[in-house]
């Protein structure tokens, strides 16, 4: 492609259809959006993983030229915001194209190039800007804290998934900006982006996995002497550990991580990364797999010991945001219930002040346990006679059903969906639900005909019926 101002950068049209919590048996209209990427790899296209979130149709286009090719997604991190993107038609679409090479870690003050698509124009984009800050950030897409790169150049919609050139070669994938201000953009960085291309070429699955602890920094020095550190001694102190999590049944509370992966770890929660940059001591996490092992200097009352974590995927008791699957629900008597996650508090405008407490508080504070992986919640009910009375009882936890706490959701459907007699339903806020097992059973299918609702519950959950239509999932050519 003589003449053409960085060939290897492509724009992506992306059709995704996202599901509709409100109404978790079906889907919001389909949307259009465009995006960026390069090409890394015959035929091969590096993306950023919110551009093709829950899309059902790709196409790409390259710089100057009118005609699109179709892809499709070949790996997906949404943990990391990337995703490895093949053309599958025609499959010579992009032999003309010499792929980019993926440079080192750029320093501060570096000179970068921002390049894409950005909404207000058809032609290839270049904004130019230094590195003015590395260190964790939190992803927007996932909400998981990875490191990251800040540039000054501008990242406009359109421009994500786009590459940012440092010397020629790919130093970052831009991904989000800073809102309220100008000019303040950043870029996935060559470390997790080698990780997620390694990964996916060696068969790895593509989540960032957790520590699975909460832990409290030791500015403190009355708090350091407490728990048994001398003078000299720095770290972070473990207040919870989650069940099943990576570090459940090798640390415990109380105990004070002083290094990880031989990185020692100040009172201020910071390790020193490769060398030069001062940031959280997870941000070794960031180019691990699930699988892997690191090892933690840990004192315990006192005494100094070593202890390695196999290290496991994030499992919040409510799960952060989801994309490529549908929601899971389940209508009983026309109560329609579901499991609390992020999407479903995002229903609510600016959802971290109007969405119920209970939730926010489940969703900041909550952890798991051997009794309780996730959250069931009643959001809805379908009004019919079987269920006259418990109209106010919507966007309440459950408590109890029969007596007892459901472990999750499928524990959830699996104790009513085997149930006789009568049931009975307690919310958290003490609210009392009394159906009878077989009036339910008859009324089902009149209640689903009545609201236009395909099926009881989401496919996968105990007792579903197979489906014809498929579940969402990412780019179907």
């Not at 990391?80 to 992009?94: G, S």
């Not at 909404?119 to 800007?129: F, H, K, W």
């Not at 910071?270 to 699930?290: A, C, N, S």
């Not at 989401?458 to 969402?472: D, E, N, R, S």
Request: aromatic share 6%.
């Amino acid at each position: 492609m003589i003449g053409v101002a960085y060939p290897e950068v492509i724009r992506v049209f992306a059709t995704s259809q996202d599901p509709d919590f409100d109404g978790p048996w079906q889907a919001r209209t389909p949307s259009n959006s465009t995006g960026s990427a390069v090409v890394i790899g015959p035929g091969l296209l590096l993306t950023g993983a919110h551009v093709v979130a829950n899309a059902t149709f790709l196409q790409v286009q390259k710089p100057a030229q009118p005609d699109k090719a179709i892809a499709r997604v070949r790996a997906v991190s949404h943990d990391c915001d990337l995703a490895l993107l093949e053309v599958v038609d025609p499959p010579d679409f992009l032999d003309d194209i010499e792929p980019a090479d993926v440079g080192p870690m750029p320093k501060l003050r570096d000179e970068v190039a921002v390049v894409g698509y950005p909404v207000g124009g058809e032609e290839i984009s270049i904004t130019e800007g230094v590195v003015s800050r590395i260190e964790v950030q939190r992803y927007s897409h996932s909400q998981r804290h990875l490191l990251a790169v800040t540039v000054d150049a501008a990242i406009n919609a359109g421009n994500s998934g786009g590459p940012v050139f440092g010397d020629g070669r790919v130093v970052g994938i831009a991904f989000q900006k800073l809102t309220g201000v100008d000019n303040i953009g950043e870029m996935v960085p060559p470390p997790i982006i080698r990780a997620f291309l390694d990964g996916v070429k060696s068969g790895k699955h593509p989540e960032i996995p957790a520590l699975g602890i909460t832990t409290q920094n030791l500015e403190n020095p009355l708090l350091r002497k407490q728990l048994g550190l001398a003078d000299g001694q720095r770290g972070v102190v473990v207040l919870h550990i989650d069940h099943s999590g990576s570090s459940d049944g090798i640390l415990q509370e109380r105990d004070v991580i002083t290094s990880i992966d031989a990185l020692p770890i100040a009172n201020n929660g910071t390790v020193q990364y490769i060398g030069q940059h001062r940031t959280r001591y997870d941000v070794v996490l960031g180019h691990r797999y699930v699988g892997d092992k690191v090892k933690l200097e840990v004192i315990r009352k006192g005494r100094a010991k070593l202890v390695e974590v196999e290290l496991k995927k994030w499992t919040p008791l409510v799960p952060r945001s989801r994309y490529d699957m549908p929601p899971q629900y389940f209508v009983y008597g026309g109560l329609v219930f579901q499991t609390l996650t992020r999407d479903y508090l995002t229903t609510w405008d600016k959802w971290w002040n109007k969405a119920p407490k209970e939730f926010l508080n489940y969703y900041y504070l909550g952890f798991r346990t051997a009794t309780q992986h996730e959250v069931v919640i009643l959001t809805q009910v379908l009004a019919d006679e079987i269920n006259v009375g418990y109209s106010h009882l919507y966007n309440e936890a459950i408590a109890t059903l029969n007596g007892r706490a459901p472990l999750d959701m499928i524990d959830f459907v699996s104790q009513l969906s085997s149930a006789r007699g009568v049931v009975e339903i307690t919310t958290t806020s003490g609210g009392m639900i009394m159906l009878d097992a077989e009036e339910v059973r008859k009324a089902t299918q009149r209640i689903l005909t009545r609201y236009h609702i395909p099926r009881d519950r989401t496919a996968g959950l105990p007792g579903a019926q197979p489906t014809i239509a498929p579940p969402l999932r990412a780019a179907l050519p």
